[in-house]
């Protein structure tokens, strides 16, 4: 099968294992570990009908991230701090389905945060999310999921359908 490179980097989930080998006559190299259309189609093809309150204070983190929660389906919200979070709660009248908060911000951390939340809503799930090592974040995560930025689009989507139902899984 021939990929183009948009469609082999997806497919690859981004990783691309390489062995290059010296022949006799010339060199050679070899791609290894594309996951084959039938191991991609388990995750990739789902989709979320959900609204979901997003908190990220770094503006381009939240873009990004952003844009790959809009493209599985998310209605999403953004604040760019716990306390406007907290506010947005409160104003809100249709309701969440989850909460992905990342756990370093200025003012209210990620984990107090989702503690409050826990309070008011105890069913609602909720996500932290981070890029610091396990050092640092070790224990703060008060038995909320955490993923661990940065992540792929596929382990985005596995963390997500623990936690919601999601449309288009076989």
């Given at each position: 099968?021939?990929?183009?490179?948009?469609?082999?980097?997806?497919?690859?989930?981004?990783?691309?294992?390489?062995r290059a080998?010296?022949?006799?006559?010339?060199?050679?190299?070899?791609?290894?570990?594309?996951?084959?259309?039938?191991?991609?189609?388990?995750?990739?093809?789902?989709?979320?009908?959900?609204?979901?309150?997003?908190?990220?204070?770094?503006?381009?983190?939240?873009?990004?991230?952003?844009?790959?929660?809009?493209?599985?389906?998310?209605?999403?919200?953004?604040?760019?701090?716990?306390?406007?979070?907290?506010?947005?709660?409160d104003r809100?009248?249709?309701?969440?389905?989850?909460?992905?908060?990342?756990?370093?911000?200025?003012?209210?951390?990620?984990?107090?945060?989702?503690?409050?939340?826990?309070?008011?809503?105890?069913?609602?799930?909720?996500?932290?999310?981070?890029?610091?090592?396990?050092?640092?974040?070790?224990?703060?995560?008060?038995?909320?999921?955490?993923?661990?930025?940065?992540?792929?689009?596929?382990?985005?989507?596995?963390?997500?359908?623990?936690?919601?139902?999601?449309?288009?899984?076989?």
């Amino acid at each position: 099968m021939m990929y183009g490179g948009y469609d082999f980097a997806r497919t690859a989930d981004g990783l691309v294992p390489v062995r290059a080998s010296m022949g006799l006559i010339g060199t050679g190299a070899s791609v290894g570990g594309v996951p084959s259309a039938r191991e991609t189609s388990v995750l990739d093809d789902l989709t979320f009908d959900s609204r979901m309150l997003f908190v990220e204070d770094d503006e381009h983190i939240a873009d990004v991230i952003g844009i790959m929660l809009e493209d599985l389906g998310f209605d999403l919200t953004h604040a760019p701090s716990g306390e406007e979070a907290l506010s947005i709660l409160d104003r809100d009248k249709h309701g969440f389905d989850i909460i992905m908060t990342d756990i370093v911000m200025g003012g209210i951390s990620g984990v107090s945060l989702a503690k409050k939340i826990r309070s008011m809503h105890p069913r609602l799930p909720i996500i932290l999310a981070s890029g610091y090592s396990d050092e640092i974040i070790g224990g703060y995560s008060g038995g909320f999921e955490l993923i661990r930025k940065p992540f792929s689009r596929r382990e985005l989507i596995a963390c997500l359908a623990r936690h919601l139902k999601a449309d288009g899984a076989a």
